[in-house]
């Protein structure tokens, strides 16, 4: 079980900012791309009014609710991408969309909802590959979840790396990427990095995302073990390849924090805020931390407030920044 919820948790969110093809037309894969869930979901109400059955700005549209804090929001949207299905049965989009929504459907449930989804949540997977078998999005997501899920349960290693194999002639960095997931799930870390220091991005543009996400693991694991250096130096190397994105800047915020430079760490919080993909992250209230530590308590509250006020704020992260702003007292 506590696979499958790290599963459910992080694994499948990797659409976000992603570079990868998942549109075809209109501004969704250039929204997508930018980490701009809130513009992606007006511009795809938008359409919506005046074309309800298009397709994929249905699939935006569900795609922009998946981190909402409202989960009635949320499960409208997965009703949204079942139509989908049931209307376009042969849409990888549709599926791939749907196992998505699905995936935050389970995260905020508990248990039994857990153990109800993750078998359509594969199932949705599987078929969006099988009908689109280049599908990078759809194949990483499928691949994380059999890393993550025992072989008893519809996972396994052994599944993951017949989905690497597939790719290994036709997507040949895709395939390292996927190598690299793999030796991080068998906690060796020296070949991930090996793995990922051997990928060529220019010769494929499309792992960009990809490409990011697996070295924030792997920098994230350095974080935790305490090898700064290393750590600033994987989400340094991050930062020159992709300038916009915020999560190299959000990871240097996090390993100067625990390094207690917290007017650095403050910088490149701040800094993170002003890039692609800060959606995704929770720069206030990891601010607000930052700044409560340095002895700013001012500042520190406003940050706290602001998470308050995020439509995408986490349940737990919001309940850590109401029990801190209790803690500071009143103004």
């Not at 989400?235 to 007017?263: C, N, S, V």
């Not at 929770?282 to 006020?309: C, M, N, V």
Request: with cysteine; hydrophobic share 45%.
């Amino acid at each position: 079980m506590r696979l499958l919820r790290l599963l459910l948790c992080t694994g499948l969110l990797a659409w976000q900012g992603a570079q990868a093809l998942v549109f075809t037309d209109g501004p969704w894969q250039g929204l997508l791309d930018a980490g701009r869930s809130d513009e992606m979901e007006r511009q795809a109400q938008a359409r919506l009014r005046e074309q309800p059955q298009d397709l994929q700005a249905s699939a935006a549209f569900a795609l922009s609710q998946m981190t909402l804090a409202d989960r009635k929001r949320v499960d409208a949207a997965a009703r949204l991408m079942q139509d989908c299905v049931d209307q376009h049965p042969d849409e990888a989009l549709c599926h791939y969309a749907l196992a998505s929504v699905m995936t935050m459907q389970a995260r905020n449930g508990g248990a039994m909802k857990i153990i109800s989804l993750a078998g359509p949540i594969r199932k949705h997977l599987q078929r969006a590959l099988e009908l689109k078998p280049d599908f990078i999005e759809a194949r990483s997501s499928l691949h994380q979840y059999y890393l993550l899920v025992p072989a008893f349960a519809g996972g396994g290693v052994g599944k993951a790396r017949e989905l690497e194999e597939q790719v290994r002639a036709s997507q040949p960095e895709f395939a390292k990427l996927m190598r690299a997931r793999v030796a991080g799930s068998e906690k060796n870390w020296a070949l991930a990095e090996k793995e990922l220091l051997s990928v060529r991005i220019a010769a494929d543009p499309s792992l960009l995302n990809e490409w990011r996400l697996v070295w924030g693991v792997l920098g994230k694991e350095w974080l935790d073990q305490r090898q700064y250096a290393k750590a600033i130096a994987g989400f340094e190397r991050m930062l020159k390849e992709q300038p916009r994105q915020a999560l190299a800047a959000y990871g240097l915020a996090r390993i100067y924090f625990a390094q207690e430079q917290y007017d650095e760490a403050i910088r490149q919080y701040e800094r993170a805020k002003e890039m692609d993909g800060a959606e995704d992250f929770p720069l206030d209230h990891r601010l607000g931390i930052a700044l409560q530590a340095k002895g700013d308590k001012a500042q520190a509250r406003a940050a706290f407030e602001r998470y308050l006020q995020n439509r995408r704020a986490s349940p737990s992260n919001a309940e850590d920044c109401r029990r801190r702003l209790k803690e500071m007292g009143p103004v």
